[in-house]
């Protein structure tokens, strides 16, 4: 890769281009079925940008359908941190939590998801599930 006198190399192992390469990279990963790649890519955009809740979304969204439960609850924490109406971030900090086997966790952001938005079936059916499965844990 040929630099500018005046411009540094880029860090060992960092993507290259610009934060904003690096989110769209990683939104069109996670669409083309690659959600570990995708979180990686964009794990690295949100340490260059940590106010961007578009990057976390995305971040949350790739490390959910990479398995990673527990960091996307992370993510979708700060995301209902940084903006309390944001109701599908209230839905995938459920799904993450619940993943997670933390049922009673759970059910409280799918609670208020629901409460914001139920006209959305797939908020109700979760918290629909994870409901169920308390109280059969509790007949146990």
Known sequence: MIHEANTPDPA???PVGDVYDWYQRGVK????????AAAALLERAAEAEPE????REALAR??????QYAEAADSFRWIVDANPAEDYAYFGL??????????EGAQEPLAIAVAMRPDQRHY?????SVR???RARKEM
């Open 12 to 14: 060992p192992g960092a």
């Open 29 to 36: 990963l996670l669409a083309e079925g690659s959600p570990a």
């Open 52 to 55: 961007s809740r578009s990057i």
């Open 62 to 67: 790739a490390q959910f359908n990479s398995r």
């Open 94 to 103: 459920g799904l993450a939590l619940w993943r997670t086997g933390d049922m």
């Open 124 to 128: 109700v059916s979760a918290l629909k």
């Open 132 to 134: 169920a499965t308390l």
